[in-house]
């Protein structure tokens, strides 16, 4: 019982540091008003964390294994690396759009001095380029398009949809999203062969079972996005 209460606390430290990051970024937030929004002692905080710097390192890795899960839970073994890369896309969204953790997490990583040896941004571009890599090998890309300036493109673009989120979060929405691959996917020509498959831009593959959704949610943690 007494574990279960240390738990909770510590989950709800995380979700309160990440508010505060998020609304005043790192520098301004004060463990004062992340201890008062968990509902708990400053006492009770740095029995969990030292230092405003050891919370910001969890917030981080929490967030990277949320948003590890939602990558791997989107990929589903029947998809192509086109489709399974357009799925982790909109997982990845969706996680952001929803999880305050994920997106304060997220964003420290990636602008204020490392609390952690995290990079996600970089290890988001490794998984577009591992993915495009495959594409290719598989003649899933058109022949004018090369998987390495597809990989720049899609990294710029997707990175700047999370940045621009932050003032409109509809850059994260699946309809951006959606419209991007729309335009980003090979289309068919008169040379495409006949039983080339389908793709779609709104991240479910055409032969996803009825009921399964879109943007799967986390259940336990990866270690590769």
């Not at 690396?81 to 929803?98: K, P, S, Y």
Request: glycine share 4%; aromatic share 4%.
């Amino acid at each position: 019982m007494k574990q279960e209460r240390a738990a909770h606390t510590r989950r709800s430290l995380i979700h309160s540091a990440a508010q505060a990051f998020e609304q005043h970024g790192y520098d301004r937030a004060s463990l004062a008003e992340i201890s008062a929004s968990a509902g708990v002692s400053t006492g009770a905080l740095h029995f969990h964390f030292t230092n405003k710097a050891e919370l910001a390192s969890t917030v981080e890795t929490s967030a990277a294994i949320l948003l590890r899960n939602s990558a791997a839970t989107a990929r589903q073994p029947h998809m192509d690396a086109l489709q399974q890369l357009i799925a982790t896309t909109h997982a990845l969204a969706a996680q952001l759009r929803h999880d305050v953790v994920a997106r304060a997490g997220y964003r420290l990583n990636c602008e204020t001095p490392h609390h952690t040896n995290l990079e996600l941004r970089t290890e988001w571009q490794e998984c577009i380029h591992r993915h495009l890599t495959q594409a290719a090998t598989h003649h899933l890309l058109t022949n004018d398009t090369t998987h390495h300036d597809l990989t720049t493109s899609i990294t710029a673009a997707t990175i700047g949809f999370e940045v621009l989120a932050r003032q409109d979060p509809t850059w994260l929405s699946p309809t951006t999203l959606t419209h991007f691959w729309h335009h980003v996917l090979p289309h068919p020509t008169p040379h495409t062969p006949p039983n080339t498959p389908t793709r779609t831009p709104a991240g479910a593959p055409p032969n996803t079972p009825p009921g399964t959704p879109a943007h799967p949610q986390p259940e336990q943690q990866h270690h590769n996005t």
